[in-house]
């Protein structure tokens, strides 16, 4: 079946880079997305990348896919204490049974002044 | 637009109470997504619906029901409150079946007592 790991925590200090891991395991996925939720608060999208690419940048943030090692990761450059979150990976499967997102469980992102 | 709303934002029961989670959406999407949030389990669906009068279940679905009368609405109800239903509920929605993004709601922290 469908699943998506994630580590739990990650620790950075103010101004370092930040990189958050995701392997999936469906090779069916179409796209892939990052979602962020800040403490009480809903999910938020943050960027997605379509399966046949293998890179996406937007701003400070960098996508990064390894179809072939189905591993997905979200770079954060120049990171700030509002950057704080748990992070979310997800993958969408056309077509999928269940019609939904599969999520993690969320990457817990600590920055340190 | 006000996106997706939920309500209540908290609410308490007692084990075996009954209540009803309203969502909301003004995006005119097809598609509506109710989820449940725990520590350590990330998002899990518990059911979605694909348009107006249909429902179909998700993940995790025992021990709830949904209504889909009207397209910008879908109900989540809990028919005998158990505290294993204690968690944070979200709602989302979107324009095409998990093909792309999904909005999310701010949530609905149930604690069943």
Partial sequence: GEDVEQSLFLSV?????????????????????????????????????FSNMDMKQDQRLTVL?????????????DTQTG????????ESIF??????????KGTKLSVKP | NAGVTQTPKFRVLKTGQSMTLLCAQD????????????????????????GE??????EVPDGYNVSRLKKQNFLLGLESAAPSQ????????SFVLAGHE??????TRLTVT
């Avoid at chain 1, 896919?65 to 997905?72: F, R």
């Fill in chain 2, 102 to 107: 999904q909005y999310f709601g701010p949530g």
């Fill in chain 1, 83 to 90: 950057d704080s979150a748990i992070y979310f990976c997800a």
């Fill in chain 1, 13 to 49: 200090r103010e101004g370092d880079s930040s990189v958050i891991n995701c392997t999936y395991t469906d090779s069916s996925s179409t796209y892939l997305y990052w979602y962020k939720q800040e403490p009480g608060a809903g999910l938020q999208l943050l960027t997605y990348i």
């Fill in chain 1, 65 to 77: 896919l390894n179809k072939k090692d189905k591993h997905l990761s979200l770079r954060i450059a």
């Fill in chain 2, 86 to 93: 204690t968690s944070v509920y979200f709602c989302a929605s």
């Fill in chain 2, 53 to 58: 009068g249909t429902t179909a279940k998700g």
């Fill in chain 2, 27 to 50: 995006m005119n999407h097809e598609y509506m997504y109710w989820y449940r949030q725990d520590p350590g389990m990330g998002l899990r669906l518990i059911h979605y619906s694909v």
């Fill in chain 1, 95 to 104: 077509g999928g049974s269940q019609g939904n997102l599969i999520f993690g």
